[in-house]
């Protein structure tokens, strides 16, 4: 089989910026003509092997960096966007979004955000009975969204906070009793932290300066939202920092992104990187060993080991998903060639939708997508008491897997034969590819359907090739 070239224009140039290089001082250091420099960063001519071994070498670069990232991202969503019936007529080639993504990832996204406002503007029209009479009907993009595709696009790793929450929970390198650092934190500020039977997780006062919270959460809980507050008003500079470079086109997403980040240092505090990537190679990425060491929660793990993303120091890439019992994702991210539906649910045929049926057990799945990747699947329950016998429990179901060549470094792979089946599963059905699924809710939108009424199979038509 043909080996895929390697067209990371886009990069290079991201690179060559970042170390503050004229092109012809970086192909001196690559060892390259300027003239063949400059066609790669257009994509003119692949990425060589040399040049591939050069980054490494004079850089220190992970050469991940440029085969793994934005690019796949935004060849998935357009692909998605583009089964939208609205292209119908229209289905560029696979090359062509490619090149797209890699030669003008600016217009992918913009092409990405206008498909966003037609559907958003579909949705309300065909909802006009909430519309009606109402002034602030116009559309205006969802500010959830923008700031998931924020986080999204930022490989979920944002690192002068990942670094600040380092520093905060491990001065010196040594680890520290985080609720009493955290604690001590806010009281230097003239803060007075409290845990009472309220039915709040946390509540704090600016006018009295009182932090109260809940004695009804779990520990991990508890942790997380005292760190929590500790990044809201100790981290208040660098977060607004990053905001500004965010620019968000609303003031609703502005202030949804400053809680994200405010919950991204709270993660990254309870487990700091260096040391929890040190303890996730030595116990194997055993999520209920790492939680116990950190007192963590298995969710908290899960969602920190697919942010292991620090240039120089990546982790094993994970896809991380969280799913309710309705199916629907409500956190989404993925360092792998996966990529989850923007829209609507996970397929069906994926574990994580079977931990449900299996309380308090992890699921493993040996599973294939439709473009030949193996993968590594791991999925379990999670449920979220409310502390009283008469509140509601939140109850959801979380994934974590890597690419198998990844998988002798997790304990899960124990067992399993990583050369055996390998069960077939999709992004969503409107684009999955394959022909026979007996799961598929819809027809793929890219394929013609033939449909005879004088048979029927596993569906009621037939995919033409």
Same mark, same amino acid.
Request: aromatic share 8%; charged share 25%.
């Given at each position: ?95 062509? =979004?490619?090149? %797209? ?5 600016? $217009?992918?996204? #913009?092409? @990405? *955000? +206008?498909? /966003? ?110 760190? =929590?507050?500790? %990044? ?5 500079? $660098?977060?607004? #920092?990053? @905001? *500004? +470079?965010? /620019? ?127 993968? +590594? ?89």
């Amino acid at each position: 089989m043909a080996t895929q070239k390697l067209y990371a224009g886009a990069k290079l140039r991201e690179i060559r910026a970042r170390l503050a290089l004229t092109q012809k001082s970086f192909a001196d250091k690559l060892g390259v003509s300027l003239p063949y420099l400059n066609q790669m960063e257009n994509n003119h001519r692949p990425v060589s092997a040399s040049v591939v071994l050069a980054l490494a070498q004079e850089f220190g670069l992970d050469v991940t960096e440029l085969t793994v990232g934005e690019s796949e991202r935004l060849v998935s969503d357009m692909r998605e966007a583009l089964a939208d019936p609205v292209f119908a007529a229209t289905s560029p080639p696979l090359a062509d =979004l490619r090149l %797209a993504a890699s030669n003008a990832p600016a $217009l992918a996204r #913009a092409f @990405l *955000d +206008l498909h /966003r406002a037609y559907r958003q503007t579909h949705e309300r029209l065909a909802s006009l009975d909430e519309a009606l009479g109402r002034e602030d009907a116009s559309l205006r993009p969802s500010p959830w969204e923008e700031v998931r595709d924020f986080f999204h696009y930022c490989d979920n790793y944002i690192d002068a906070v990942d670094r600040a929450a380092e520093h905060f929970a491990t001065p010196g390198g040594a680890p520290q009793d985080i609720t009493r650092t955290a604690i001590t934190a806010l009281e230097r500020r003239g803060i007075t932290v409290t845990f009472t039977d309220q039915p709040e997780t946390r509540r704090y006062d600016p006018a009295t300066k009182r932090l109260t919270l809940s004695n009804r959460t779990a520990g991990p809980t508890q942790r997380f939202q005292l760190l =929590l507050q500790v %990044a809201l008003l100790t981290q208040n500079e $660098l977060i607004e #920092a990053t @905001l *500004d +470079l965010a /620019r968000f086109a609303t003031p609703e997403a502005r202030d949804i992104a400053k809680i994200g980040l405010a919950n991204y240092f709270a993660g990254a505090a309870l487990l700091p990187y260096r040391a929890f990537q040190a303890a996730a190679l030595q116990t194997r990425h055993d999520l209920e060993r790492l939680a116990d060491l950190f007192g963590a929660s298995i969710e908290q793990v899960a969602h920190r080991l697919s942010t292991l993303q620090r240039p120089g120091a990546k982790g094993i890439p994970f896809f991380f998903v969280r799913v309710d019992q309705a199916g629907t994702i409500t956190k989404r991210h993925s360092a792998t060639r996966l990529q989850f539906a923007r829209f609507g649910g996970a397929c069906p045929l994926w574990n994580v939708h079977r931990a449900f049926e299996s309380p308090g057990q992890f699921l493993r799945q040996l599973a294939e997508t439709p473009d030949g990747v193996k993968y +590594l699947c791991l999925s379990r329950d999670v449920s979220k008491p409310g502390g009283a016998f008469l509140a509601p429990v939140k109850r959801y179901a979380i994934g974590l897997g890597c690419e198998v060549q990844h998988a002798p470094q997790l304990v899960y792979a124990d067992g399993l034969d990583l050369k055996g089946h390998f069960e077939p599963i999709g992004i969503s059905c409107r684009i999955c590819e394959r022909p026979a699924c007996h799961q598929r809710s819809v027809p793929p939108l890219e394929r013609r359907l033939k449909v005879d009424p004088d048979r029927r199979g596993l569906l009621p038509y037939e995919i033409a090739e």
